[in-house]
């Protein structure tokens, strides 16, 4: 499975952005596909995931509530919406496929990573 993220970029705090990850190769539509973020000298941390059907989300705690995860299973997308952005939440954010049924928060259980894609949010 191959993962490219799109749609980082610099913006203002309160302001939105939506990151796209398109999949290609072996069947991606039934993989776990989990949003992560860094920033330089952190570990990598969860952001959301969704399941392969699209009814289970999950968010880490400081996004919730302004982060969306979605996937168009016709299109091999997933999309993670971003509102009331914060300058906590510059980071690059990287995609993520995950092969088993389960949604998991730990970054080592996905077993594909896009490039990551840059967000900046200004104060």
């Known amino acids: 499975v191959q993962l490219q993220a799109s749609g980082g970029g610099l913006v203002q705090a309160g302001d939105s952005l939506r990151l796209s990850c398109a999949a290609s190769?072996?069947?991606?539509?039934?993989?776990?596909m989990g949003w992560f973020r860094q920033t330089p000298g952190k570990e990598r941390e969860f952001v959301a995931a969704?399941?392969?059907?699209?009814?289970?989300?999950y968010y880490a705690d400081s996004v919730k509530g302004r982060f969306t995860i979605a996937r168009d299973n016709a299109k091999n997308t997933v999309y993670l919406q971003m509102i009331s952005l914060k300058p906590e939440d510059t980071a690059v954010y990287y995609c993520?496929?995950?092969?088993?049924?389960?949604?998991?928060?730990?970054?080592?259980?996905?077993?594909?990573w896009g490039q990551g894609t840059l967000v900046t949010v200004s104060s």
């Open positions: 993520a496929a995950d092969s088993s049924a389960v949604v998991s928060k730990r970054a080592g259980r996905y077993d594909y």
């Open positions: 190769g072996r069947t991606p539509n039934s993989y776990v």
């Open positions: 969704i399941g392969w059907s699209g009814g289970s989300t």
